[in-house]
C-alpha cells in the first residue's frame, strides 16, 4: 500500500532564505508526483507535476526534483516571500489508469516571517 | 475557463438530514474525482467518474454516499442520514485524462 510522508510538518524561516520541503513515497511505482499549496480553508493550487521520467521541474521562484528509484521528491522554494506562507502537500498518482487517483501526504505548514 | 467549481461553498446542517453537493469540472476535462479532508490532514480519495462512468470508490465511501455525473458534465455528491464524523472539506477535482489534477474551492459541511 502506497503511503506518502511529508517531513516536517510545519516550518518557520525568515523572509528571504531559500528552503526545502520534502516528500516521501513507499512505493516507486508511480505515474507522476504533483506538489500543491493550499491556504487556509481555500482548496489546493496546482504547483507543478512532475511525470515518472522525468527529474524536475521548475516554475518561477519554485523547483521540484523526482528521485522515483528512492522515493522523494523535494520542492524548493527561492528567496522566500510572506505570500508563500501556506499548508504545502504532495501527492503520487499510482499508475496510468489511476492517474489522478492521487495519494496525499499531510502536509508541510510553512510560515515566512516578515 | 474560470477553473473547476463547487456549490455550495459552506453546509450547516443537522445530524440525520440529507445534504447534496455539486461540481461542475473544467469543461473539456473527462475525469472527475471527489475527495475528503478534515482538519490537519491531506485530502483522501473517494471516487472518481471517467466520463459519465464510476471507475472506483473508496472502502471510505459508505452506503450513505453516492455520487453521479450524469451525462460526463457535472457531478454531485448526496450524503444521507448526515453523522457528525461527516464534518469535512469535500473536494472536488477534474484532469483530462491522467494528466495534472485541478481542485475546485470546496465545500465545508459541518455537521451539528
Known amino acids: 500500500k502506497q503511503e506518502v510522508t511529508q517531513i516536517p510538518a510545519a516550518l518557520s524561516v525568515p523572509e528571504g532564505e531559500n528552503l526545502v520541503l520534502n516528500c516521501s513515497f513507499t512505493d516507486s511505482a508511480i505515474y507522476n508526483l504533483q506538489w500543491f499549496r493550499q491556504d487556509p480553508g481555500k482548496g489546493l493550487t496546482s504547483l507543478l507535476l512532475?511525470?515518472?521520467?522525468?527529474r524536475e521541474q521548475t516554475s518561477g521562484r519554485l523547483n521540484a526534483s523526482l528521485d522515483k528509484s528512492s522515493g522523494r521528491s523535494t520542492l524548493y522554494i527561492a528567496a522566500s516571500q510572506p505570500g508563500d506562507s501556506a499548508t504545502y502537500l504532495c501527492?503520487?498518482?499510482?499508475?496510468?489508469?489511476?492517474?489522478?487517483?492521487?495519494?496525499f501526504g499531510q502536509g508541510t505548514e510553512l510560515s515566512v516571517k516578515p | 475557463d474560470t477553473g473547476v467549481s463547487q456549490d455550495p461553498r459552506h453546509k450547516i446542517t443537522k445530524r440525520g438530514q440529507n445534504v447534496t453537493f455539486r461540481c461542475d469540472p473544467i469543461s473539456e476535462h473527462n475525469r472527475l474525482y471527489w475527495y475528503r479532508q478534515t482538519l490537519g490532514q491531506g485530502p483522501e480519495f473517494l471516487t472518481y467518474f471517467q466520463n459519465e462512468a464510476q471507475l472506483e470508490k473508496s472502502r471510505l465511501l459508505s452506503d450513505r454516499f453516492s455520487a453521479e455525473r450524469p451525462k460526463g458534465s457535472f457531478s454531485t455528491l448526496e450524503i444521507q442520514r448526515t453523522e457528525q464524523g461527516d464534518s469535512a472539506m469535500y473536494l472536488c477535482?477534474?484532469?483530462?485524462?491522467?494528466?495534472?489534477?485541478?481542485f475546485g474551492p470546496g465545500t465545508r459541511l459541518t455537521v451539528l
Open positions: 512532475i511525470q515518472s521520467s522525468q
Open positions: 501527492a503520487v498518482s499510482p499508475s496510468y489508469n489511476q492517474g489522478g487517483k492521487l495519494i
Open positions: 477535482a477534474s484532469s483530462l485524462g491522467s494528466e495534472e489534477v485541478l
